[in-house]
């Protein structure tokens, strides 16, 4: 079955803090893993996209990773901000139908404090 | 910023309701989703689209039913609200995949601010 799976659930910090959000997954055959942004009642918005063969990708102070061998990524935050605060949502993709069906994560909840 | 639009933003509305929730995107892409998400949870895939005049049921059942007559509108509605479709729903769009080699296009999708709906 394919999953993705998220942790820490949620998370606090102190602003000026660094932190790295783990995601899991089992989802097969693989395509692509992205990382999203949702501030609460909006929609996710996308961070970071990274294929089979990148195991970086960094966007401003986010930076993700990917190991497709232990299928596993994180995302780490440095010197968070208030406007961190949201949830950050793993979402996997299969390349096994045109759909390209994406396979979301429960999140992890950040919460930064001033 | 994308440009997918949803409304209403949010919605309360008394059982037995008809409703419709509102979908548009300027991007001229081609597939459109909804989605199903409650708290602390992840997001269900409940309706998409490969274009106009297509629509299929997605992963998690839902008594919703959506429509595809233009390529940047993709409604929902539900004919008789009840108390357990309270959620909110994000409509999302993407450009149709394309595939060369080994490598899938991203295929990212883009997602609308979502509406909050309350089934009282």
């Known amino acids: 079955k394919n999953q993705v799976e998220q942790s820490p659930q949620s998370l606090i910090i102190l602003e000026g803090k660094n932190c790295t959000l783990q995601c899991n997954y089992t989802v097969s055959p693989f395509s692509n893993l992205r990382w999203y942004k949702q501030d609460t009642g909006r929609g996710p918005v996308s961070l970071t996209i990274m294929t089979f063969s990148e195991n970086t990708k960094s966007n401003g102070r986010y930076t993700a990773t990917l190991d497709a061998d232990t299928k596993q990524s994180s995302l780490h935050i440095t010197a968070s901000q208030l406007s961190d605060s949201a949830s950050y949502i793993c979402?996997?993709?299969?390349?096994?139908?045109?759909?390209?069906?994406?396979?979301f994560g429960r999140g992890t909840q950040l919460t930064v404090w001033p | 910023e994308a440009d997918i639009y949803q409304t209403p933003r949010y919605l309360v509305i008394g059982t037995g309701k008809k409703i419709t929730l509102e979908c548009s995107q300027t991007m001229g892409h081609d597939k459109m989703y909804w989605y199903q998400q409650d708290p602390g949870m992840e997001l269900h895939l409940i309706h998409y689209?490969?274009?106009?005049?297509?629509?299929e049921k997605g992963d998690l059942s839902s008594e919703s039913t959506v429509s595809r007559i233009r390529t940047e509108h993709f409604p929902l509605t539900l004919e008789s609200a009840r108390p357990s479709h309270t959620s909110q729903y994000l409509c999302?769009?993407?450009?149709?995949?394309?595939?060369?080699?080994?490598?899938?296009?991203?295929?990212?999708?883009?997602f609308g601010p979502g509406t909050r709906l309350t089934v009282l």
């Open positions: 979402v996997v993709s299969d390349r096994g139908s045109t759909l390209g069906r994406l396979y």
């Open positions: 999302a769009s993407s450009d149709a995949a394309s595939r060369t080699g080994d490598k899938s296009s991203y295929n990212e999708q883009f």
């Open positions: 689209s490969y274009g106009v005049n297509s629509t």
